[in-house]
């Protein structure tokens, strides 16, 4: 499948006259902001998460965007695909505009690190045939010999650097309206190969709607992102979402928050954000990392909408952050925790703002087996607590539907999340047929001839009380006896069970023996836990005490005995390029005995 249209001369109005409303694209949008209000500050990098570097104007992201435009469109780059290769930074965010104005198709990727990053790299280009990459001087210098290694050395390549010096005035509108493509958001390829998403200006426009409704969003917002720029949370959620707004966003590099965690909620305080998020696990790291004295100069009173999505939302996690910040202005109203994904654009839910958070503990054992039933945490051993993820907003349907027989669930049944919507995506790139499976979905016994398509999410969930709650991917899910298990749960127990486990090194998942399903789980140790290999099984610095404990530990919790536990060096686990384990790749990469299996030291 493919984007073409007649390129035409459409003189690069101002647009003062045209109201946001009257926006089809996200190019007129930022043209109306650059004329409107041209000197407010649109972007503002962080290099090392601390100090402030280079900040862009809305006129001067306006003009950048042109001037690369201008240099795609003398290259005759319309509608063709262009690669992204940059770290999060402002040179990004004025390539992926500048592709935009010149209605060129644009691919971001992360760069390629030695041995990481280059096998996706090879599966987005193979699939999405760019003709061109856009990149940094360093970035291309560093790059060159890892394309040669692995076959794509005949990728051409510009540094943008100077582009944007000159070339803005040669700038013409293209002929693109809402039905036309923005941009491939290649999935993160947890449980499959990656898929280019085409999410076209329309599918954008609709679901920056939806997210400046349900997070109560104005002009005057603040948003501060460390999620990584080539990822749909960071890029549409957080920078898009901000340009959408006519707000600022301010953007630190991934590299600085994992290193040093304080950064991201210092940064929160010194720029007065309003609203920043992450995944679980970024709270729970900085309950764990960040020491009370640190915290003294930290004022998060400003800190009004606090999204966490992308993984399973843990109850814990938030009681944690929101108990460990309180004291320097942290409000647990502001958790918003939220559902999405890149399919239907990147939002698909939320609560009301304000409303904070809502855990419901439900009876493990009825869910495996496809049932919503309360428990109460302190009398049911076999309960876990599910943090709701809000509703549906705007034009968006929501269904919850057997995914075996496509029939819709009745209240109270654990079924597949469906949606519909103007945000939902037009389907994957030259990928017809599994487009059609994923995202023209009909509810059996709805069926006419203007039913409406649904597109297939891959995720178990059930309403209470108003809320989505998830309970797991279908294609990672475990089933041994009979019964259901969410991979994410097991993980959960596994890391808890022995402080020598790393925090979110635990990979769960089904294999299948001559006798039956089984499960098996490997799991990464700490550098420093000091595990001695040969020491007797009752020394709990033992490799063998630390697998006891996770069978105990899983046994106890989920009625599981673990056919394999497999300890394993720190990094080892297949993980995606936003930091999703890849379970799939764990079995086979513990079927073929490739995993890097932990080493004692006497």
Not at 83 to 94: N, P, T
Not at 545 to 570: E, G, Q
């Amino acid at each position: 499948m493919t984007e073409t249209s007649m390129m035409t001369h459409t003189p690069a109005s101002p647009l003062k006259d045209m109201s946001i409303g009257d926006a089809t694209t996200l190019v007129d949008l930022l043209r109306h902001r650059a004329a409107q209000h041209g000197d407010k500050r649109a972007l503002t990098f962080l290099p090392d998460g601390e100090k402030v570097g280079e900040s862009l104007t809305y006129a001067e992201l306006d003009a950048r965007a042109r001037a690369i435009a201008a240099s795609l469109q003398a290259q005759g780059m319309h509608g063709g695909r262009v690669l992204l290769i940059f770290h999060s930074g402002l040179e990004f965010a004025c390539a992926l505009l500048g592709c935009m104005y010149a209605g060129a198709i644009a691919v971001p990727i992360y760069p390629p690190k030695a041995n990481r990053n280059v096998l996706r790299l090879r599966s987005v280009y193979q699939d999405a045939t760019p003709a061109l990459a856009l990149t940094t001087a360093a970035i291309q210098q560093r790059t060159r010999p890892l394309l040669e290694e692995c076959g794509l050395d005949s990728l051409r390549m510009e540094a943008v650097e100077g582009w944007w010096q000159s070339h803005a005035d040669a700038w013409f509108r293209p002929d693109i309206d809402g039905e036309t493509l923005a941009f491939l958001q290649y999935t993160s390829g947890s449980t499959s190969n990656p898929k280019g998403v085409m999410l076209s200006h329309a599918n954008l426009l609709a679901n920056h709607r939806m997210m400046q409704e349900a997070f109560g969003h104005t002009h005057e917002c603040r948003i501060l992102t460390w999620l990584p720029l080539f990822h749909d949370m960071g890029l549409i959620g957080n920078m898009l979402q901000s340009l959408y707004l006519g707000g600022e966003c301010i953007i630190m590099p991934p590299e600085a928050f994992f290193m040093k965690p304080l950064r991201w909620l210092a940064a929160i305080s010194a720029h007065r954000a309003t609203r920043s998020g992450a995944p679980n696990f970024a709270y729970d790291l900085c309950v764990r990392k960040i020491k009370p004295e640190q915290c003294r100069a930290l004022d998060l009173s400003c800190w009004v909408t606090a999204d966490v999505a992308a993984e399973p939302v843990r109850h814990g996690t938030l009681e944690r952050f929101a108990e460990t910040f309180a004291g320097v202005g942290f409000s647990d109203t502001a958790f918003n925790p939220a559902y999405g994904l890149a399919e239907a654009s990147v939002f698909v839910s939320a609560r009301d703002k304000g409303r904070g958070f809502r855990g419901t503990a439900f009876k493990t054992a009825a869910l495996a087996c496809g049932r919503v039933e309360p428990a109460e945490t302190g009398a049911d051993s076999d309960a876990r607590i599910y943090v709701g993820c809000g509703h549906t907003w705007q034009a968006q349907e929501m269904a919850i539907v057997h995914p075996q027989s496509g029939v819709r669930c009745a209240e109270g049944e654990v079924g597949e999340v469906w949606l519909s919507g103007p945000h939902v995506a037009r389907g994957y790139w030259n990928r017809v047929e599994e487009s059609e499976r994923t995202f023209g979905a009909r509810i059996a016994g709805e069926e006419s001839s203007i039913a409406t398509r649904y597109l297939r999410t891959g995720d178990l969930g059930f309403f209470y009380q108003g809320d989505l709650h998830l309970a797991g991917r279908i294609k990672d899910i475990i089933i041994v006896a009979g019964r259901n298990h969410d991979p994410a749960d097991i993980e959960l127990t596994v890391g808890g069970c022995h402080p020598a486990i790393r925090m979110g090194g635990c990979a769960a998942f089904q294999v299948e023996t001559e006798e039956e399903s089984r499960v098996v789980i490997a799991v990464e140790l700490e550098r420093t836990s000091g595990i001695l290999g040969d020491a007797a099984p009752e020394d709990e610095n033992s490799t063998s005490a630390v697998m006891l404990a996770i069978r105990k530990c899983v046994a106890d919790h989920h009625d599981l005995a673990p056919h394999d536990v497999t300890l394993l060096k720190p990094a080892a686990l297949p993980k995606t390029s936003s930091g999703k384990i890849q379970r799939h790749a764990c079995r086979a990469a513990w079927q073929s005995g490739s995993m890097n299996a932990w080493q004692w030291t006497r």
